[in-house]
């Protein structure tokens, strides 16, 4: 019998946290895939943020590292510059990134630091619950936003992958989406291309991935992935937002 | 026993942090324990700058200088600062050209230096701290000219050794005076 | 016999660093120890090391954390401030049993405080500062060569007990100039990081985890039990002090560390030509604290001890704790930058010992 898939090798054998229609699955099995195929697990070091991923560490099957909250470009940082030949990501999520941590990825960025950055916005706090996420919607209901965001008291969201794409240290940052098959083959492409950018000694490498949560967003997995469609693609472009190979820049 | 508890003060700029460096490298050319403790801060920046510097045969305690064996001033705020830090039967040096009062203390030794001028002639205002410390050293007996000497040649920058070495006699002579 | 050299306490504090060994420096300026990270960033570059600046404290220890997860030897430095800040970074290199140097020197607070030189992280230092059931090695140099030597041991018992080691000095020390001598170090026998640093496969079976996370109550008490164990035997093992003076009958004895210590020996001299007999306990390790240092004199002082500090008495408590009652503890302590006379000290003790005879 022809095997027609097989379980990569970059995750290890074991059962997840996430809840049910989370994508977050689907997102480190890219990850892993990638690294896999580049051959590079054996040298890889990943660090985990704080927020749902917060066990990644359990999953990936390299060497791993658990990171104070918001703090993991910093720790990539001195993970990479002690062993520079080593591949060195970091796998964030929206609060993680976005508000606590926005010093250290802005500064890891501008430093040009040789890691990658996994970035997964699905637009609120998952772990603690379903708070509002520096990158929740105008309107966006919440547990700390229960009339919706109102930009007036509650500011605007920011919009990562633009912002870092301003940053001369940053050679790739692009924003994708698991939304779909096609968009799912679109991020796996994007991220092995930010492994092997980083891997060539390019620079700093970024992409973003929309999210779902379906568990805090109150909905089905098949209504959060619409209301994905409907409301975060939007307001959150799909695309490269800057590539350094390619000369002409979106 | 050979001991001194020394404050170098003035103006950032004056070369005082720098004195008391080559007087402290001086006292380890001879073997003695030496401290420098700089006064730090926002006032480095361009404001009053002083050190103390210890010499001495014994272990030395406290970096810091409370009372004096010895004062070095180069402007007047210092001179009104540590007057009276000098003990009694200690020496005050003071750049007379910068330094526009008399010394009141009358139960210490008081040498007057018009540094700037004597440094001038030597061939520039810029070591006239040179010729304190050329005096206090003649007058105190700390550490030898020539460990002095020794200092400056190894820490000092060269093109200057000639000058500062002038500099330093001319402040000799003023204190056998 | 290594020459000696005349070098201002941060930069030796740089040099001592690059000659145990340290591979990466992370740091932030804040007076009064920039020149710590000046001087690294002049020298590491050259012999193939890593310096970098980082955005922030909080960012520099988190680069320590990321680094000594590695496995090289690392070292940051701040003063009290930045220190705060780090702490964070210090709970979780604590808890995931990192090895790892931080220095503080020390100005004085609280809040942004002052530049001048203090003592007053005496409590961050030994009871904490971060959250969580941890300790530091905390070692409290009083001269420059001191600090050299004390710091190249800080790295050996960072990696010995696979623990964050902070060198306390305060601005006083950090800015002075004393000769110093970087002695030959005989190579010590020390533990491998194969088994637990995270530095890629590499052909190993299992991969490593550097973490501080034990979602499980019952895993979480078993590791703090794991380290409980781990700080009795630094109890055990690393203590350090000097007793100075302190034979015979003594009128008081006093206990300071630091460059406050020798002030106090100052005042043992002066208060000798007056005929008292005043001793000196200088806790070299704040933590672990010399408890015994105290066993050796408790019957032998007249007026009990005398904690002499550049902060209110941050000391006292431990020193009690070690006197168990048996003889009275003062305090006499000046702060925000206020650095002591020996005769106000003097003062102090006499006034103590009933004036002076």
Not at chain 1, 117 to 125: A, E, L, M, P
Not at chain 1, 203 to 231: A, H, M, Y
Not at chain 3, 217 to 240: G, M, S, T, W
Request: hydrophobic content about 40%.
């Amino acid at each position: 019998m022809a095997v027609v898939f097989e379980p990569t090798k970059g995750l290890l054998d074991v059962p997840t946290h996430y809840c049910p229609g989370c994508t977050h699955g689907i997102i480190h099995r890219l990850v892993a895939e990638s690294l896999e195929e580049l051959g590079v697990i054996d040298k890889t070091i990943g660090v985990a943020p704080v927020g749902c991923s917060v066990l990644a560490y359990n999953y990936f099957a390299c060497d791993m590292h658990e990171a104070a909250h918001g703090r993991a470009p910093a720790v990539a940082t001195g993970i990479k510059r002690s062993l520079p030949d080593s591949v060195v990501f970091t796998y964030q999520g929206d609060g993680d990134l976005a508000a606590i941590g926005t010093a250290e990825i802005v500064h890891a960025a501008a430093r040009g630091e040789k890691i990658t950055t996994i970035f997964v916005n699905n637009c609120i706090y998952g772990m603690t619950g379903g708070q509002m996420a520096p990158t929740t919607l105008p309107g966006q209901v919440t547990e700390t936003s229960p009339y919706g965001r109102d930009v007036k008291l509650q500011g605007h969201p920011i919009r990562v992958s633009e912002m870092l794409s301003t940053l001369d240290g940053a050679v790739y940052v692009e924003r994708v989406s698991v939304d779909s098959v096609a968009n799912v083959l679109k991020a796996k492409k994007a991220i092995k291309k930010a492994f092997e950018l980083q891997i060539e000694g390019k620079g700093f490498t970024f992409v973003e991935v929309l999210s779902i949560c379906p568990t805090n967003w109150g909905l089905s997995p098949r209504e959060s992935i619409k209301w994905l469609q409907d409301n975060m693609i939007p307001y959150y472009p799909l695309g490269v937002k800057k590539d350094i190979t390619q000369q002409e820049v979106k | 026993m050979a001991h001194q508890d020394i404050i170098f003060a003035g103006f950032g700029g004056q070369g005082i942090l720098s004195m008391g460096k080559f007087l402290a490298y001086a006292g380890m050319e001879e073997n003695l324990n030496v401290s420098w403790l700089p006064s730090y801060g926002p006032e480095m920046r361009g404001g009053t700058a002083n050190c103390s510097v210890i010499v001495s045969d014994d272990n030395i305690g406290s970096p810091i200088v409370y009372d004096a064996t010895t004062v070095v001033v180069m402007n007047r705020p210092s001179l009104d600062k540590f007057e009276h830090s000098v003990v009694k039967g200690g020496l005050l040096i003071i750049d007379s050209d910068l330094v526009n009062r008399e010394a009141e203390r009358t139960d210490i030794d008081v040498i007057k230096i018009p540094a700037q001028k004597v440094a001038e002639e030597v061939g520039s205002k810029k070591i006239a701290n040179m010729v304190l410390l050329g005096a206090l050293v003649e007058k105190t007996k700390i550490v030898k000219m020539e460990s002095l000497l020794k200092a400056l040649k190894e820490h000092g920058k060269e093109q200057f050794y000639e000058m500062n070495k002038k500099a330093l006699e001319k402040g000799a002579e003023y204190a056998r005076k | 016999m290594a020459e000696k050299v005349l070098m201002k306490g941060n930069e030796a504090i740089g040099e001592a660093a690059i000659q145990a060994g340290c591979q990466c420096f992370f740091g932030y300026p804040i007076t009064p120890q920039t020149e710590v990270a000046a001087y690294m960033s002049r020298r590491m570059p050259k012999i193939g090391r890593v310096f970098l600046q980082a955005e922030s404290e909080v960012a520099a220890i988190n680069m320590v954390y990321g680094a000594a997860g590695s496995g090289v030897r690392v070292m940051t430095s701040s003063s009290s401030p930045g220190v705060s800040l780090k702490q964070e970074g210090i709970s979780y290199i604590a808890g995931a049993e990192l090895p790892c140097v931080i220095i503080n020197i020390v100005r004085g607070g609280p809040g942004l405080g002052g530049i001048q030189p203090a003592q007053s992280d005496y409590f961050q230092a030994t009871k904490g500062g971060g959250h969580g059931d941890y300790r530091l090695v905390v070692y409290a140099p009083s001269s420059v060569q001191e600090m050299v030597d004390l710091i190249q041991d800080a790295f050996d018992v960072a990696d010995i007990y696979r623990n964050p080691v902070m060198v306390m000095g305060d601005g006083m020390l950090g800015q002075m100039m004393e000769p110093v001598e970087f002695k030959e170090r005989e190579a010590k026998q020390l533990p491998s990081k194969a088994d637990w640093a995270a530095t890629g496969l590499h052909g190993r079976k299992e991969h490593h985890v550097i973490n501080s996370l034990f979602l499980q109550p019952e895993e979480l008490e078993k590791h703090n039990e794991k380290l409980q164990k781990k700080y009795a035997e630094i109890e055990k093992n690393e203590v350090k002090y000097e007793m100075y003076n302190c034979d015979g009958d003594l009128d008081i004895v006093l206990v300071s560390y630091g460059t406050v210590s020798r002030i106090c020996k100052n005042v043992i001299k002066m208060l000798a030509k007056e005929g008292l007999k005043v001793g000196l306990i200088r806790p070299i390790t704040l933590w672990p604290f010399p408890k015994k240092a105290f066993e050796e004199v408790v019957d032998r002082t007249k007026y009990g001890f005398l904690s002499v500090e550049l902060s209110c008495g941050q000391m006292v408590e431990d020193i009690e704790l070690s006197v168990k009652g048996r003889k009275p503890v003062n305090f006499f302590g000046r702060s925000g930058g206020m650095v002591p006379s020996p005769t106000e000290i003097a003062n102090k003790v006499k006034e103590i010992a009933g004036g002076a005879r």
